[in-house]
């Protein structure tokens, strides 16, 4: 296979290929089964939205309990392979459900039907904490270059913003005029083109490691490399600085997520029916700012794109929580987007440039779950602080009002500008991977077991 459209290098370009058919099925897949389980299973009951948080709450499980020790696996093993596996093990997994989606849906009592909902999505949700320190591994050996690597993590997030653009329109119409199985189908389909593409890729195989004969391996010694990885991430002053200002940052918007509706209907004073425009803004702004990220990298490095980003985001979050008309609303979230999303992307070279090979998947099965974990508490917070101990703010101070939802925007733009000062200062000039401790000794050409136990896209 030779894409006409080569984007950095031609491996890269196939694997993108494999990521952009992938996040599309990802995203049919997701709101599919949101809308199937409010509208379908929990219809005009009042555990409804229980019900949805069920599928939300079987992701984040995954992230939480099998993220961190995926990565000691994707040390391990051959990357390629694992990419490969999972993808097997996805599309499996929906196919399965998928053929049970044949059935009528009062064939199964509906607390059957949500069990295997949630099994489903954990499952996916927890391969996915396999294949994605295996990409991201895979992306640093194809891809060289603080730029280069800047750019191919800007393309993979514009990739994805597009993906949650164009995927949802779609599934609504899937699902009330072909059916559930249907959109449960494009999405295994995905797998399987996304496998074809991998398999097409020449990266990622491990070299055979010097000194070892025969097939004798070293014995695993799973808690040993865990604990390796992490006093690994411990000594490095470049990770620990990346990983407190991530999270610093999450705290800061992570109250976006969950208090934008009540902002947007009570002080931009926007019909519930407009809402959509400020997804449809936040995701062309993370589309600008992911393809600019590259070129800024290149002009200005990646670690003053991180700590400029989150300068320029936090002012305009705070600046956000001044409006109060709806034009002035949309454009501040999509400026607001654009230098987050940049930042975003400038981490990725950053990540892979102080990590050694043989760390990568740790180093990202420690990182993401942490700043996964602080989103989620960030936006279980601020839902409680708007929603019990400012409840009752309101006023007006020099002509401005104050309220609780814009308060606490108020002071997640404070946040975010604290984590751009911290990274300003406490960044190393220099991110160059340190030497690992001597510890247990990883296979990295030991073979995934028969049965993996979980991917994801």
């Known amino acids: 296979m030779t894409p006409r459209l080569i984007l950095i290098n031609r491996d890269y370009t196939r694997l993108w ?48 309990f099998v993220g961190p020790l995926a990565g000691v696996f994707v040390d391990r093993w051959d990357k390629r392979r694992t990419m490969l596996r999972t993808e097997v ?49 895979v992306i640093g050996d194809l891809v060289t270059g603080e730029a280069d690597r800047a750019r191919a993590a800007g393309i993979a ?24 199985q249907w959109a449960l189908l494009l999405n295994a389909v995905s797998y399987a083109v996304s496998y074809i593409v991998i398999r097409s890729i020449g990266a990622g195989r491990p070299a055979p490691a010097a000194g070892r004969t025969g ?37 800061g918007t992570g109250a976006l997520s969950t208090l934008n509706v009540f902002f947007a209907t009570d002080n931009l004073h926007m019909p519930t029916h407009l809402y959509g425009y400020i997804g449809t803004a936040m995701g062309l702004g993370g589309i600008v700012g992911a393809l600019c990220a590259g070129r800024v990298v290149q002009w200005i490095g990646a670690r003053r794109t991180t700590w400029a980003g989150l300068l320029v985001s936090g002012v305009l979050l705070l600046v956000y929580s001044r409006q109060t008309g709806f034009v002035g609303g949309v454009v501040l979230l999509f400026l607001f987007t654009v230098p987050l999303t940049m930042l975003n992307t400038a981490m990725a070279p950053l ?28 936006a279980v917070l601020s839902g409680w602080l708007a929603g019990s101990v400012l409840r009752d703010v309101a006023g007006s101070f ?46 990295p050409d030991e073979p995934l077991p028969a049965t993996p136990r979980g991917r994801t896209k």
């Open 89 to 137: 093990v996805r599309g499996g997994l929906v196919a399965v459900l998928t053929l049970v989606s044949f059935l009528p849906v009062d064939a199964l009592p509906v607390g059957v039907w949500l069990a295997l909902v949630y099994a489903t999505v954990l499952m996916l949700n927890a391969s996915a904490q396999f294949f994605t320190p295996a990409r991201f591994a």
């Open 351 to 378: 990540l892979l440039g102080a990590a050694p090979a043989e760390y990568r998947g740790r180093v990202v099965s420690v990182f993401y779950p942490v700043t996964q974990l602080a989103s989620m508490l960030s």
């Open 398 to 443: 020099a002509g401005i009002r104050f309220g609780p939802v814009d308060t606490v925007f108020a002071a997640s733009g404070v946040f975010v500008v604290l984590s751009g000062v911290y990274a300003w200062t406490a960044l190393p000039r220099t991110e160059a991977p340190e030497k690992p401790d001597p510890g247990p000794a990883a296979a």
């Open 215 to 251: 097939g004798a391996r070293q014995p695993a010694n799973v808690f040993g490399e865990f604990t390796a990885g992490l006093r690994f991430f411990r000594r490095s002053k470049f990770l620990v600085a990346l990983i407190v200002l991530a999270v610093i940052g999450q705290f």
């Open 17 to 64: 290929i494999g990521q952009a058919v992938s996040s599309v099925g990802d995203a049919v897949f997701s709101t599919t089964l949101v809308l199937w389980v409010a509208t379908v299973l929990a219809k005009d009951e009042t555990w409804a939205p229980m019900a949805v948080s069920g599928v939300l709450l079987s992701t984040g499980i995954a992230v939480l």
């Open 157 to 180: 997030q514009a990739t994805a913003q597009t993906a949650w653009i164009i995927g949802p329109p779609l599934a609504a119409p899937l699902l009330f005029t072909a059916g559930l």
